[in-house]
């Protein structure tokens, strides 16, 4: 059983900066990818960041130069730190997590809200 906790959101005003963690715990065999994922109201879950096994890094065109992924391997955590935050920005930002084990397994986070003022 995989079970992923994410902490750091809240609100901020435009211009400012929060970083978002989550760690994963359970049994984890092989980790694919571990990344966010946010959904602001009305709108679609869309792909923040994320980075692979390979440490490859993947943004979404609206964060680039602003967001950064990070990972601890020994903490099976993932970071996000957001600066110059929009109000474009606001969201439910999801953690997200797939692992290899016979076949690829995916996770998500309950949550955090990240809410910008502006």
């Known amino acids: 059983q995989v079970q992923l906790v994410e902490s750091g959101g809240g609100l901020v005003q435009a211009g400012g900066s929060l970083t978002l963690s989550c760690a994963a715990s359970g049994s984890i065999d092989r980790i694919n990818t571990m990344g966010w994922y946010r959904q602001a109201p009305g709108k679609e879950r869309e792909l923040v960041a994320t980075k692979t096994s390979l440490d490859r890094t993947n943004y979404a065109d609206s964060v680039k130069g602003r967001f950064t992924i990070s990972r601890d391997n020994a903490k099976n955590t993932v970071y996000l730190q957001m600066n110059s935050l929009k109000s474009e920005d606001t969201a439910v930002y999801y953690c997200?997590?797939?692992?290899?084990?016979?076949?690829?397994?995916?996770?998500w986070g309950q949550g955090t809200q990240v809410t910008v003022s502006s």
């Open positions: 997200n997590l797939r692992t290899w084990s016979r076949r690829v397994w995916e996770y």
